[in-house]
């Protein structure tokens, strides 16, 4: 079975700054998808971040990138120049047949 | 805003209630996946619908029940409601079902069983 971990629960950032985000998962399958998503107080999921199993270069979308990293089941994310509204959770993703989610990490960006 | 709903926003029940949650899909978007979301956990997929047929199905029982119009509106149903189905109750609408197609999270439904 798949499963997802995300071992930090809590995380702060200095407005401004770089953090990143770990994820790991487990899967004996080679075709997958990985996503990161945002849930703000609002509690609507957003998508922040895909990444395609097959596609060996790592996916950028603006302030966000990931580090894939296949043979290690690895796929964190980093945001740079942080902002007040990157506050909120972010949960991991992985896609094969159903999407399982990891546990969340509770992202607070500090003025 | 992902242009999909959920209601109602909120819900009080009773153990060994039922219940019946609504979801309204992105326009054109003919796939629909429910996830539970319990206090400080991830989601968890309960079903998909695609075209009004179940497509797939997680690790819940069957009194939890869903349906899927041909407008794409969709409905969750939980029977003999249980203390533990307390949980934040996720739609999520794409197109086509297939694993490249992003899903788009409605705000859920805050359901409370006392």
């Known amino acids: 079975a798949q499963t997802v971990t995300q071992s930090q629960p809590e995380m702060s950032v200095q407005e401004a700054e770089t953090v990143t985000l770990s994820c790991t998962y487990d899967?004996?399958?080679?075709?997958?998808?990985l996503f990161w998503y945002k849930q703000p107080p609002s509690r609507q999921m957003i998508l922040v971040i895909r990444?395609?199993?097959?596609?060996?270069q790592n996916a950028t979308e603006n302030r966000f990138s990931v580090n894939f990293q296949k043979a290690a089941k690895s796929f964190s994310l980093k945001i740079s120049d942080s902002q007040l509204g990157d506050t909120a959770m972010y949960f991991c993703?992985?896609?094969?047949?159903?999407?399982?989610f990891g546990a969340g990490t509770r992202l607070t960006v500090k003025p | 805003e992902t242009g999909v709903t959920q209601s109602p926003t909120h819900l009080i029940k009773t153990r060994g209630q039922q219940v019946t949650l609504r979801c309204s899909s992105q326009?054109?978007?003919?796939?629909v996946s429910w996830y539970q979301q319990a206090l400080g956990q991830g989601p968890q997929f309960i079903f998909q619908?695609?075209?009004?047929?179940?497509?797939g199905r997680g690790n819940f029982p069957p009194r939890f029940s869903g349906l899927q119009f041909p407008n794409y509106s969709s409905e969750l149903n939980v029977n003999a409601l249980e203390l533990d189905d307390s949980a934040l109750y996720l739609c999520?609408?794409?197109?086509?079902?297939?694993?490249?197609?992003?899903?788009?999270f409605g705000p859920g439904t805050r359901l409370t069983v006392l």
């Open positions: 999520a609408s794409s197109f086509d079902g297939t694993r490249v197609n992003e899903q788009f």
């Open positions: 899967t004996s399958e080679n075709n997958y998808y």
């Open positions: 326009s054109g978007h003919n796939t």
């Open positions: 990444q395609e199993a097959y596609k060996q």
């Open positions: 619908y695609y075209r009004e047929e179940e497509n």
């Open positions: 993703a992985f896609m094969n047949w159903d999407m399982r």
